[in-house]
């Protein structure tokens, strides 16, 4: 009895001493200066920085400022008298440059029609054209791939194609000059025009995007595009499209407006396989790529008044 009540003291006293040392052994190996992997001006999940929190450097290019009611982010260079080594200045272009890079992709074969839909807006706004000039040239990237990130899939009604909605972020990269927003939520409706098309030229059911059928490669990157001119300011510091959310006459002008422009290079893109089109985006970007052009200022049509409008 004595024997056994001894063996069981000395199995506790074991099992305490193991987990005395498991725990010191835990703080030991505990990354310093906050949690591994976690971003700078992280936007939920969304942000497209890869450099850990600690990383001062990354923190000095991409700085946070707290404004009233909402956030906004300001992407700026580094102070003028700042010296860094070779790694250093590495590693703060590696940041700089993945704003403007392809976002991971799957292979051609298995491109979902939101990827291709990515990919071919991508290549139409690396590249110096009409269309990629209305948005203010490749530096739009940006803005397009935090809404790729983004988005999510689900049920709307059948008339929306892409919902934005919530508290907005607003951006500005004081490196290329480029100012947009960030909606708190963004959805593609897996029921509507980006996905779905009409059964006959009598069925309403689905719209047509302006010229293009629904559930096109067209009609998807034209909704892109439609949505990128709510997202990114122009030089008179107006979005490029005015809000439409409320007003379905307006939203329609606003799609034709973005055919209008980028007719040539959506029609264009829809002719290029998917194979060519991944090699395209990364591939150098061409030496007239206009990565820090200004925005132009958007002539608005008469109809659009500066109201304010949730979208």
Not at 43 to 50: F, L, V
Not at 123 to 140: H, K, M, Q, T, V
Not at 174 to 189: D, K, M, P, Q, W
Request: with cysteine.
């Amino acid at each position: 009895m004595l024997h056994g009540r001894h063996y069981r003291l000395v199995s506790i006293l074991t099992s305490i001493i193991a987990l005395n040392y498991l725990l010191a052994l835990a703080e030991t190996r505990a990354p310093q200066g906050g949690v591994a992997g976690r971003t700078p001006s992280s936007i939920g999940n969304n942000q497209t920085a890869t450099a850990t929190q600690s990383d001062p450097l990354v923190e000095a290019a991409a700085t946070t400022t707290l404004g009233d009611g909402s956030r906004t982010i300001v992407r700026s260079e580094l102070p003028e008298n700042a010296t860094l080594d070779k790694a250093a200045a590495e590693r703060v272009r590696a940041y700089k440059s993945e704003l403007l890079n392809v976002l991971d992709l799957p292979p051609a074969d298995k491109l979902t029609p939101l990827d291709q839909a990515y990919l071919d807006v991508f290549n139409i706004l690396r590249e110096d054209n009409d269309c990629s000039r209305f948005y203010g040239g490749s530096r739009a990237i940006e803005a397009l791939n935090e809404l790729k990130l983004q988005l999510k899939i689900s049920y709307l009604d059948r008339a929306v194609g892409l919902r934005m909605f919530g508290v907005t972020v607003s951006v500005t990269n004081n490196t290329t000059g480029i100012s947009y927003r960030l909606f708190e939520h963004a959805v593609l409706n897996a029921d509507g025009s980006f996905f779905k098309a009409r059964l006959s030229p009598l069925d309403m059911s689905y719209q047509r995007i302006g010229e293009f059928d629904a559930n096109t490669r067209e009609a998807r990157v034209t909704i892109l595009l439609h949505e990128m001119g709510h997202l990114i300011r122009g030089a008179n510091g107006k979005f490029i499209l005015p809000d439409d959310g409320h007003d379905s006459s307006v939203s329609r002008e606003n799609t034709l407006r973005v055919i209008k422009v980028c007719r040539q290079q959506i029609k264009m893109e829809s002719e290029i396989d998917s194979t060519q089109a991944l090699a395209r985006s990364k591939a150098t970007p061409p030496s007239n790529s206009i990565q820090y052009a200004s925005i132009a200022e958007p002539s608005l049509p008469s109809w659009a008044n500066p109201r304010s409008k949730t979208h």
